[in-house]
């Protein structure tokens, strides 16, 4: 993987921040994006210290910068090798009460920014590469509460099928992976402690999933290693198989 140049959306904090680290320590050139917390991107690029690393302020549910954001990565480094659609925000409330302007901000966050990120990414995207997109537990098994997240979750899993079948002309590869619960500052605001404490009693392995168990899969699925592996969806769940 050494010298490969890889596109991780949302890199800064969490699931994203470990690939990031990963990936540079695997000698990877990394690009990142985030939305709004500058300090976390700050602490990012300190704590790396990395001329490898690269970071980008890039809203992926708005179309123009994502369009901005690949062509600084055009003219910077030429292509990229790997794309790592991570990046997600999480709005939860019942069907019945949810704001429809909620609703649509998650969906085109966790849904259209990845979408946009892939079609974008085409014409800057070397031929053999590959792209995971980080979908959810609750793209396979649906839970109240979190409708938009969990069909956007739903939605990437087939969105990378489709992906694979198109982008296979050129031997890019495309799979997803499908965490579970993962203790980051995205999942901690979105769960009450007492569901929290439920979904550990629920997991048969008794431990919740880390950041580092996405990342290692999430490199692996990057790496040669899986070059007859597309289409695919991992559900990475410690053997919570039904809810
Ligand atoms: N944590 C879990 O339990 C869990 C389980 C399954 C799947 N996932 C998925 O894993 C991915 C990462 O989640 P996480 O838990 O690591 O979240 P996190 O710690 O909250 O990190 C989210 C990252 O995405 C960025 N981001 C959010 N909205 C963005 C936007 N519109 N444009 C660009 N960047 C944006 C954030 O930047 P800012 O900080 O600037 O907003 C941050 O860097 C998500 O797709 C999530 O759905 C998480």
Same mark, same amino acid.
């Given at each position: 993987?050494?010298?490969? /140049?890889?596109? $991780?959306?949302?890199?800064?904090?969490?699931?994203?921040?470990?690939?990031?680290?990963?990936?540079?320590?695997?000698?990877?050139?990394?690009?990142?994006?985030?939305?709004?917390?500058?300090?976390?991107?700050?602490?990012?690029?300190?704590?790396? !210290?990395?001329?490898?690393?690269?970071?980008?302020?890039?809203?992926?549910?708005?179309?123009?910068?994502?369009?901005?954001?690949?062509?600084?990565?055009?003219?910077?480094?030429?292509?990229?090798?790997? *794309?790592?659609?991570?990046?997600?925000?999480?709005?939860?409330?019942?069907?019945?009460?949810?704001?429809?302007? !909620?609703?649509?901000?998650? /969906?085109?966050?966790?849904?259209?920014?990845?979408?946009?990120?892939? =079609?974008?990414?085409? @014409?800057?995207?070397?031929?053999?590469?590959?792209?995971?997109?980080?979908?959810?537990?609750?793209? $396979? $098994?649906?839970?109240?509460?979190?409708?938009?997240?969990?069909?956007?979750?739903?939605?990437?899993?087939?969105?990378?099928?489709?992906?694979?079948?198109?982008?296979?002309?050129? =031997?890019?590869?495309?799979?997803?992976?499908? @965490?579970?619960?993962? @203790?980051?500052? *995205?999942?901690? =605001?979105?769960? =009450?402690?007492?569901?929290?404490?439920?979904?550990?009693?629920?997991?048969?392995?008794?431990?919740?999933?880390? @950041?580092?168990?996405?990342?290692? *899969?999430? *490199?692996?699925?990057?790496?040669?290693?899986?070059?007859?592996?597309?289409?695919?969806?991992?559900?990475?769940?410690?053997?919570?198989?039904? !809810?």
């Amino acid at each position: 993987m050494k010298n490969k /140049i890889a596109l $991780v959306t949302g890199g800064t904090s969490g699931i994203g921040k470990e690939i990031v680290k990963e990936l540079l320590d695997k000698e990877c050139i990394v690009i990142t994006c985030y939305h709004d917390n500058d300090d976390a991107a700050n602490e990012t690029k300190e704590e790396f !210290n990395n001329d490898n690393l690269f970071i980008i302020k890039c809203d992926i549910s708005n179309e123009k910068e994502v369009i901005d954001m690949f062509n600084i990565i055009k003219d910077k480094y030429g292509h990229i090798d790997y *794309l790592v659609n991570n990046a997600g925000m999480f709005i939860d409330d019942f069907i019945k009460d949810f704001n429809i302007d !909620n609703f649509r901000k998650v /969906i085109d966050t966790n849904l259209i920014g990845k979408v946009m990120c892939t =079609k974008y990414a085409y @014409p800057i995207m070397s031929d053999g590469g590959a792209i995971v997109n980080i979908s959810s537990h609750l793209g $396979v $098994v649906p839970c109240t509460e979190s409708p938009a997240y969990c069909a956007a979750a739903a939605g990437i899993i087939n969105f990378t099928k489709a992906t694979a079948l198109e982008y296979a002309e050129r =031997k890019i590869r495309a799979n997803s992976i499908c @965490p579970a619960f993962t @203790p980051t500052p *995205l999942s901690l =605001k979105g769960w =009450k402690q007492e569901e929290i404490d439920q979904k550990l009693k629920d997991t048969p392995l008794c431990r919740f999933a880390t @950041p580092e168990d996405t990342a290692k *899969l999430c *490199l692996f699925l990057l790496s040669d290693d899986a070059s007859f592996i597309t289409g695919e969806n991992i559900w990475l769940n410690g053997g919570r198989l039904n !809810n």
